[in-house]
């Protein structure tokens, strides 16, 4: 498709590389949009037994990883360093009240408490976005965890992940799309096969979260539940995803968060 855009073959391509997208907008044929998205990238952890058990190894986790950087230099485009459970975008996602800074010395610091002076050997599984995995695991070895990297496919990395057999894991998610902040904590943190910590303060939380019709009480009831899960460290958000576009000059086309092509709302000149 990259060959068709630059040929005059096609007039539309999306989801391209950083780097791509890079070269591609050097051609003043054609007109790029770095789009932000309700997409995601975030580490879980299988939370019954090993070390990542221990809150603290997660915590270093969390500490051990420059999310900041991967944002900035790896994804680019409109990726931020994420701090929340939801996409920011997303309607009544609350600020966090827990925020991990890069502190790789605190995350060794971490390990040692928790047993681990010479750090710990570990999988990180993987199905998507396994260039911000890839990036992940390098942090994490600097900090003493040494991450091997495991990509499956879809099937059976969901089936590792929800049996809690992945020590932990990369986990890239759009919410389906859906721009209310609901999806992310009722689907992963909401009692259903995704949520590995089923946590009674978070689930009593999104119980009285989805009674609530009241937008700013239910944006507090979800930043309790969100504070709880990132005290705890459940998941380490990691950043939030660009989606790159690329269109023909006179191509009038506007991509929207929830990665929908409309277009019945473009036209050519």
Not at 31 to 52: C, H, I, K, N, W
Not at 233 to 257: G, I
């Amino acid at each position: 498709m990259v060959g068709q855009i630059m040929t005059k073959q096609a007039d539309f391509i999306w989801r391209i590389s950083a780097d791509q997208t890079d070269q591609l907008e050097k051609m003043p044929e054609v007109r790029v949009v770095r789009s932000p998205t309700y997409r995601v990238s975030v580490l879980a952890f299988g939370l019954q037994e090993g070390p990542f058990k221990d809150v603290r190894v997660r915590k270093a986790v969390a500490y051990a990883i420059n999310r900041k950087s991967i944002a900035e230099n790896l994804v680019r485009g409109a990726s931020e360093q994420l701090d929340t459970i939801c996409a920011v975008a997303q309607t009544a996602c609350p600020k966090p009240g827990v925020v991990y800074d890069y502190n790789p010395d605190k995350a060794r610091e971490l390990l040692a408490e928790a047993g681990y002076p010479d750090g710990l050997d570990t999988t990180l599984t993987g199905s998507s976005f396994r260039y911000i995995a890839e990036a992940a695991a390098g942090d994490l070895n600097k900090a003493g965890i040494r991450a091997k990297l495991e990509f499956l496919i879809l099937g059976p990395f969901r089936e590792k992940w929800t049996s809690g057999k992945a020590p932990i894991f990369n986990l890239g998610t759009g919410f389906w799309g859906l721009g209310d902040a609901s999806l992310a904590f009722n689907n992963y943190f909401g009692g259903t096969e995704s949520d590995l910590s089923r946590d009674p303060i978070v689930l009593d939380a999104l119980k009285k979260a989805n009674a609530e019709h009241d937008l700013a009480k239910r944006e507090a009831l979800y930043k309790q539940a969100q504070d709880r899960i990132l005290d705890q460290a459940y998941w380490v958000p990691l950043v939030s995803v660009t989606t790159n576009y690329v269109l023909a000059k006179n191509l009038n086309f506007t991509p929207e968060k929830d990665e929908v092509q409309r277009w019945y709302l473009a036209n050519w000149n």
